[in-house]
């Protein structure tokens, strides 16, 4: 089969076929992530952290303010003032095609919440009086439609990215700083509601989000991955610092030909595989890129 090249990459081995399945992806992760603010999560004040946690907490402040928007500020428009700036800081890194599945996905979650809200919910909790329940249903939405946006190789942007930023040069895990600030997220509903309960269901759907992510993707979120090339010294600038994974080369030798070179061996998180094999294969078309599930596994050393 013919591969056709793709203009939003340089990697001519993505083909046309792939592409609509990962616009398909995106379409579906992003009419699931909508539903889920829209129908459930917002309604009923639950402020989940992240982009969309912070523009559930504006909108409920600017209730009333203007006019215009007597319901406050649509939460779609105003997720899109911290996922742009977002994604400009890590647009360099995404790649074009890449980076236009992310401006695909936050913007069609964008438009979608506010024409949920406004012509099919208008702003009010389609289960009356059980915030416990919207948080269940939420979560559970909210992760199914990650999984898919996930599946697609993309992203929201969202606060992962700013942690990614702010642990660039420290010794800090991202997961640690991702917690960190989607917890002074949800220390921002509680401010804005005065509602002891905000904070409690926030964890419920967090909760429910993360274990539908668990049940979709059973296996071992790390991969081992050997790669081995012509030229595995010039992958090493584009891992460490494009990417800012970890490696190690293991000398080897050929069994057929005994020709001896190193091979470049790492453990990363299975969302960024795809990014790793895309831009190897950039920079060497006859890589040859293997992985297999990481069981028991911890980082390896910086050497």
Known sequence: MKTRRNPFSSNPAITGKQVANDLFLVLIGAI????????????????????????IGINHLTQGLWSIFPEGLPIGKVSLCFNIPLFLLAARKLGMYS????????????LLTDLITTHITKGLPIIEDDPFLAAVYGGAILGLGVFFTFRAGSTSAGTDVLARVLGKGRNIKTSNLIIFIDSLVVLFGLIVFRDLRVPLYSLVTIFVYGKVLD????????????????????????????????????????????????????????????????????????AFIATANATNDTLPPLI
């Open 215 to 286: 049940l979709m993707n059973p296996e071992n979120p790390n991969k081992a991955i050997f790669i081995i090339c012509e030229n595995p010294q010039e992958l090493r600038a584009l891992i460490i610092d494009e990417l800012q994974l970890r490696a190690t080369y293991l000398h080897g030798r050929g069994m057929y030909a005994g020709v001896e070179r190193d091979i470049i061996f790492m453990i990363a998180e299975r969302k960024d595989v795809p990014r790793l094999k895309q831009y190897v294969l950039e920079k060497d078309p006859k």
């Open 32 to 55: 699931l992530q909508a539903a889920a603010y829209s129908i459930f999560i917002a309604p009923a004040g639950i402020v989940p952290g992240g982009v969309y946690g912070i523009s």
């Open 99 to 110: 980076g236009g599945k992310t401006i695909a996905t936050f913007l069609l979650i964008a």
